[in-house]
């Protein structure tokens, strides 16, 4: 092996202790988990139940649902129930805030569906009166062996501890600015819950931390921070990311850089959808970052060059889409389907440019005709070139040739 200076990837990932939410491994060096959160009233049992089958289809490994009230506790158990007769298995997360104590009391069916309770730290607080709340929450889930995640968010800071941290701060002879103060605030409301949770007799296997913050630089400061002082596993995302692509960028810039880093056990993308927009969007994006990082792979990838003036016909940007659509739709799953096939990198290119060069470097790559070039598209196999396809059936035949060669 080459020494490891030399090998160009992420740092060792920080060890962190394993927990396993329902049958799913949580940190401990498990494969970075996908989650999602659903955003239907809990309350209505079929919608959520479809928006859960439709993320766990779409490959959200975990899917976090909100228990807001007691309507909402009441449907937990037939959510399941649903979800159990459409087969589906994927363990559900009780997001609670406020009242959870109260909700998990005096629903035992939700507290005992749920595979894994969300307390937010800067609502159910400990060190003062809210401190049976916690420890509630923390008996119950002792009692039914379920998980936690300790989740600190910036936008709803324990108050108390930041302001003693502010006023600390500035009786200091070297104050920091406040913007240091908060982001310490974030990971010690982590870390003092998860210590208490300790104190009342959770093991650290049960305990999942996350300390979310919606700038892309003070999260990554947070959790690199969080890591440091920590072996907990670590749930990543960057809260209130926003809409469409300046959401998209904004998560993958904080999370790529803490994942690089070896940061993170499971990661969520927190999109705000399009009215109307698919809320299986934020599950496809953690599957791509994933998979762009080489940290995991869930589909085949295609590379496609982005077309220039080079570029003859709609013919390449419409066989991209096509291929793209077809592995995406029709190939979820795929590695089940083929077992031992671990990943699959497709080339769809516009010319002759970059079109045999990359196709050389994917397992299967077209390379379409461009400007000024012979109406024929060579196909490359395993870096050599295979075929040449000609004709209006082009599409088509590259779908089947890309079939067969994952049958073989
Ligand atoms: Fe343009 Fe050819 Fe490069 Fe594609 S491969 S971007 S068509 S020059």
Redesign the pocket.
Known sequence: KPPQDDVAGPSARHKTTQVMVGNVAVGGGAPIVVQSMTNTDTADIDGTVAQIAALARAGSELVRITVDRDEAAAAVPHIRDGLRKRGITTPLIGDFHYIGHKLLTDYPACAEALDKYRINPGNVGFKNKRDTQFADIIEIANKNDKPVRIGANWGSLDQELLTKLMDENTASPNPRDARAVTREAMVQSALLSAARAQELGMPKNKMILSAKVSAVQDLIAVYQDLAARSDYAIHLGLTEAGMGSKGIVASSAALGILLQDGIGDTIRISLTPEPGGDRTLEVQVAQELLQTMGFRTFVPLVAA????G??TSTTFQELARSIQDFIRDEMPGWKTLYPGVEELNVAV???I???PGESKHANIGISLP?TGEAPAAPVFVDGKKFRTLRGPGIAADFKALVIDYIDQ
């Open positions: 060059c982005p077309g220039c080079r570029t290119m516009g010319c440019v970059n079109g461009g």
